[in-house]
């Protein structure tokens, strides 16, 4: 049960320069004194980390934030590997650390992070969600002046509402739960992911299928009016809409997942990184990070009406009541299940 392995075979040169920081921060990435080294994705993303939650934390314990991007899987191997950890915390896919757990991974075992403050399926022994946020199903206004979308099964239906759909270029954006539900499977038997019904269904739209490669390039097609429909994540599909495409939600089906900082096994500051990540799950600061990205505090006795969401923040916040019907994405199949279904995913896009 070890996913992503034949995506991380990188040369062993390249690696390891990814893995001192070069084409990130500066300073390289070393962890000193009171200093947390935080591996991100970089762009708006990261300065929004750092203004809601390192900027606060600094001036409650003083401990200082070295900042790199992007944060990267193989980086985490070959640092591990060669016993020289320089990264304390890293903004990225649970599914690594939940595969790799005690392997590439720290396990948390600070009280603080007692597991029962998050929602049920959304923790594991290497992480707990830091926000939350929702793959949803929205359509372009402009595109549709006639009869509207109302129903994930209109994502299928190309001859009542033609044009193009927009999905990122990856299996786990909520595309396989939406074409299960359009095929009538109840919410609550989506998982295990029925593969064979599923692709079956996607075939049924595929002529119609953009796979874009980033979310920005989601985000210029919504804006140019290239697609029609859309099926991405909460902050990208604000984005979008701030930037000029008619978007509307469809509340009927949507699933939710997690965003998550791991530590990297052998962190120079394991305790220090802990810290961290206790202090980013507090209402304070999980507030604040609401309000800058429009995701959802992942903790739920945080009222989401203490946020201060913008109307269109409050537009496409699927954790907001009258949502339709909402499914965690199942954390285990994902781990288990990845590797095999990108392998799947990549072939079937070019047979």
Not at 23 to 31: L, V, Y
Not at 63 to 86: D, L
Not at 123 to 141: E, K, L, Q, W
Not at 331 to 336: P, Y
């Amino acid at each position: 049960m070890r996913t992503f392995r034949l995506l991380t075979l990188f040369t062993v040169g390249a690696l390891t320069l990814s893995a001192c920081g070069v084409g990130g921060d500066p300073g390289g990435g070393s962890s000193s004194g009171n200093t947390l080294t935080w591996a991100s994705t970089g762009g708006q993303f990261q300065e929004d980390e750092k203004t809601a939650l390192q900027v606060p934390f600094t001036a409650k314990t003083g401990t200082k934030f070295t900042n790199i991007s992007p944060a990267e899987q193989a980086q985490v191997r070959t640092m591990v590997a060669a016993g020289k950890t320089i990264w304390d915390l890293a903004n990225m896919s649970w599914i690594y650390a939940g595969a790799y757990c005690g392997e590439l991974f720290e396990k948390l075992d600070d009280p603080r992070l007692e597991r029962g403050k998050f929602p049920k399926g959304t923790t594991g022994d290497c992480f707990v969600p830091t926000y939350r946020y929702a793959n949803i199903f929205s359509y372009n206004a402009d595109l549709y002046p006639g009869e509207k979308p109302t129903k994930i099964q209109d994502f299928f239906d190309v001859k009542k509402f033609p044009g193009k759909r927009v999905v990122y270029d990856y299996p786990k954006a909520g595309l396989f739960e939406a074409a299960l539900v359009a095929d009538g499977v109840a919410p609550d038997k989506v998982y295990p992911l029925d593969l064979d019904r599923a692709f079956k269904k996607i075939d049924t739209i595929k002529s119609s299928l953009v796979f874009a490669p980033s979310y920005g390039a989601i985000q210029q097609m919504l804006v140019d009016k290239q697609a029609g429909m859309v099926l991405t994540v909460t902050a990208r599909t604000i984005v979008s809409a701030s930037s000029g495409a008619n978007l509307v939600p469809v509340w009927d089906f949507n699933t939710t997942d997690i965003g998550v900082l791991v530590i990297p096994k052998g962190s120079p500051h394991k305790q220090l990184a802990q810290d961290m990540l206790a202090f980013v799950t507090e209402p304070a600061q999980a507030v604040a990070y609401a309000k800058l990205t429009g995701t959802a505090p992942a903790r739920p006795d945080i009222d989401l009406n203490t946020v201060g969401y913008s109307d269109q923040q409050k537009q496409f916040n699927a954790f907001l009541p009258n949502r339709g019907t909402t499914i965690e994405q199942d954390k285990q199949w994902w781990i288990d299940n990845t590797d095999a279904l990108t392998k799947r995913w990549t072939s079937w896009k070019v047979g």
